[in-house]
């Protein structure tokens, strides 16, 4: 399953190994099938002997309560962690996002460790808000899309609607690289754009892994007759606006490839598996904090895009995931922390998606390691080992649009309670404010998604047992304060207050976005910057 323990190259063909790594995530909205396409990308490469395999499924439509019953088992459906498969000869890092309806931060982040994005939707819905905000977060981080039209087995939208859809409301231009023959429900198979045959489709074939079944041009227009020659016009019709296939488009995130498929009968997978080869870009040398490039072949270094605390049931561990960015990554390596400068050993270091755990010996640019017992890592810390040292760049922390008071529910328990509040935002479950004026007792939390709130509140109590109270603040427009001389101005509102972020960086809260408006208008001085994902 790794590839790296197969092949055994060292330092010399880092570059080779990162070339053959495409790294990517599915985005979607719940319910479009991400499960089923993450299965049988898996299957189809065959590594997953059954589907079903990649978690476990119950609770995951379910509610709150359930989420937190499945939290507490340690379900994958909120734990963000990477799938590692070989596909021929290139190895395939599936990065997990969270796929609950709740959107919090981590999902966000996750995005920070992909090269590229397939953004998944149901042919009948079209682009559906989660997967729009995930998409927001790949145009701002620059990461190529490719659309996968899933449930075309089913009354569905028309084909060209929905490619006009992604041109009208995300302005990407659709480039087909399927096309559907018959309708939504009716589907007789995808024409392939490129080599101008037709995919067979057939419902009685169905199984992820079942082969493609190809059929040439003639004998396809023979068989299909007016479905053949409709699609063929529907085709004509869409590349002669824009809609060619053009690979520099799409890696610079200004088109999109489309595909068109039903990841439930593992149709249409094996071609999005060979888009992703042959265009979808490898591993990328970084910059780091001072704007110099690390070489994909410098000495090791990765950083933390994600820790976990407890998912191991049995054991209280936290588990930080890191996106390798250079060098080759050695199981018992110690590397440096470049926050903290301290040195941190890699002994237990693991794969690790749903259940499944297995042993990472070595890793490449591009992949995902999971380090055990990471309690001294945090999100967005970089680890590199040998000269030079390195810094990258911080995960950006994301306009938080639910706020809320957290007290202590029993006093006693102060102490607890300072040093919960202080992990939970170290390690990004929650944003952490403050203010002179609130006092340091009763910090306001603020959050992604409402249901931070309860990851916090659960692990406040079971964690850090110090069970806490939250006082929800009804403030719905947030800015960042440029310059903390001006902070009078917005304390001075009568429904505004600035707080001050761990990082440092202070948020203006406002009653509505009318407040800001107004205060603006008062004060042509004050200067309030949006922050990313602003609104959504
Ligand atoms: P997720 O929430 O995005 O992970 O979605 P799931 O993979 O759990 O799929 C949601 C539902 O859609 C399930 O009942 C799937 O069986 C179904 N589904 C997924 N892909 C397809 C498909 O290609 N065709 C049809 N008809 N149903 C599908």
């Known amino acids: 399953m790794t590839a790296g323990r197969t092949t055994h190259n060292r330092t010399g063909d880092v570059s080779g190994e990162a070339r053959r790594r495409r790294t990517f995530a599915v985005i979607s909205h719940p319910d479009a099938?991400?499960?089923?396409?993450?299965?049988?990308?898996?299957?189809?490469?065959?590594?997953?002997?059954?589907?079903?395999a990649v978690h476990g499924k119950a609770g995951?439509?379910?509610?709150?309560?359930?989420?937190?019953?499945?939290?507490?088992?340690?379900g994958i459906s909120i734990t963000s962690a990477a799938l590692q498969f070989a596909y021929g000869d290139t190895v395939i890092n599936l990065v997990d996002t969270p796929g609950h309806a709740d959107f919090s931060e981590d999902t966000y982040r996750v995005l920070s460790a992909v090269d590229s994005a397939v953004m998944l939707l149901d042919a009948a819905k079209g682009l559906e808000p989660q997967t729009l905000k995930l998409f927001d977060v790949c145009r701002y981080r620059g990461i190529p899309v490719v659309t996968f039209v899933n449930k075309w087995d089913r009354p569905g939208r028309d084909a060209l609607a929905l490619c006009d859809e992604l041109a009208e409301r995300i302005g990407l231009a659709a480039m087909p690289v399927t096309w559907p023959v018959g309708p939504a429900g009716h589907l007789r198979g995808v024409l392939d754009v490129d080599r101008g045959d037709l995919i067979r489709y057939s419902p009685?074939?169905?199984?992820?892994?079942?082969?493609?079944?190809?059929?040439?041009?003639?004998?396809?227009?023979?068989?299909?007759?007016?479905?053949?020659?409709?699609?063929?016009?529907?085709?004509?019709?869409?590349?002669?606006?824009?809609?060619?296939?053009?690979?520099?488009?799409?890696?610079?995130a200004t088109a999109t490839p489309v595909l068109f498929g039903a990841a439930v009968r593992g149709?249409?997978?094996?071609?999005?598996?060979?888009?992703?080869?042959?265009?979808?870009?490898?591993?990328?040398?970084?910059?780091?904090?001072?704007?110099?490039?690390?070489?994909?072949?410098?000495?090791?270094?990765?950083?933390?895009?994600?820790?976990?605390?407890?998912?191991?049931?049995a054991h209280r561990?936290?588990?930080?995931?890191?996106?390798?960015?250079?060098?080759?990554?050695?199981?018992g390596m110690v590397v440096t922390n470049a926050t903290t400068r301290r040195p941190f050993a890699t002994k237990y270091a693991q794969q690790i998606f749903g259940q499944e755990r297995s042993t990472v010996d070595t890793a490449y640019p591009g992949d995902v390691v999971g380090l055990v017992n990471a309690t001294a890592l945090r999100v967005g810390d970089t680890l590199y080992t040998d000269k030079p040292p390195v810094?990258?760049?911080?995960?950006?922390?994301?306009?938080?649009?639910?706020?809320?008071?957290?007290?202590?529910?029993d006093l006693s328990r102060a102490k607890q309670f300072r040093k919960g509040v202080e992990q939970l935002g170290a390690?990004?479950?929650?944003?952490?404010?403050?203010?002179?004026?609130?006092?340091?007792?009763?910090?306001?939390?603020?959050?992604?998604?409402?249901?931070?709130?309860?990851?916090?509140?659960?692990?406040?109590?079971?964690?850090?047992?110090?069970?806490?109270?939250?006082?929800?603040?009804?403030?719905?427009?947030?800015?960042?304060?440029?310059?903390?001389?001006?902070?009078?101005?917005v304390d001075a509102g009568?429904?505004?207050?600035?707080?001050?972020?761990?990082?440092?960086?202070?948020?203006?809260?406002?009653?509505?976005?009318m407040d800001v408006r107004l205060l603006q208008r008062a004060h042509p001085e004050l200067v309030l910057e949006p922050l990313l994902a602003e609104g959504g």
């Open 317 to 331: 561990d936290q588990v930080a995931f890191a996106r390798v960015c250079s060098g080759v990554f050695e199981r």
């Open 60 to 74: 995951r439509h379910g509610v709150t309560s359930d989420w937190m019953e499945m939290e507490r088992a340690r």
């Open 427 to 489: 390690e990004g479950v929650v944003q952490v404010l403050r203010s002179d004026r609130r006092g340091g007792a009763a910090p306001v939390l603020a959050a992604v998604g409402p249901m931070q709130f309860e990851v916090a509140a659960h692990r406040m109590e079971h964690e850090f047992t110090s069970p806490v109270r939250l006082e929800h603040l009804s403030y719905r427009a947030v800015r960042r304060l440029a310059d903390p001389a001006q902070r009078p101005l």
């Open 204 to 252: 009685s074939a169905g199984g992820d892994a079942a082969p493609e079944l190809r059929v040439d041009q003639a004998q396809a227009e023979g068989e299909l007759g007016r479905e053949w020659i409709r699609a063929r016009e529907e085709l004509d019709l869409l590349q002669a606006s824009g809609g060619e296939f053009d690979v520099a488009r799409f890696t610079a």
């Open 267 to 313: 149709f249409g997978v094996r071609r999005l598996l060979d888009l992703l080869v042959d265009v979808a870009p490898g591993p990328a040398p970084r910059r780091d904090v001072e704007d110099r490039v690390r070489p994909l072949d410098a000495p090791f270094s990765a950083f933390v895009f994600k820790v976990q605390t407890g998912m191991d049931p």
């Open 33 to 52: 099938g991400k499960s089923t396409l993450t299965e049988a990308l898996a299957v189809h490469a065959k590594v997953i002997a059954a589907a079903g």
């Open 494 to 513: 009568r429904r505004s207050e600035v707080l001050t972020r761990l990082d440092g960086t202070d948020l203006a809260l406002f009653g509505e976005e």
């Open 391 to 409: 810094r990258f760049p911080g995960l950006p922390s994301f306009a938080p649009a639910h706020f809320a008071v957290a007290r202590p529910a």
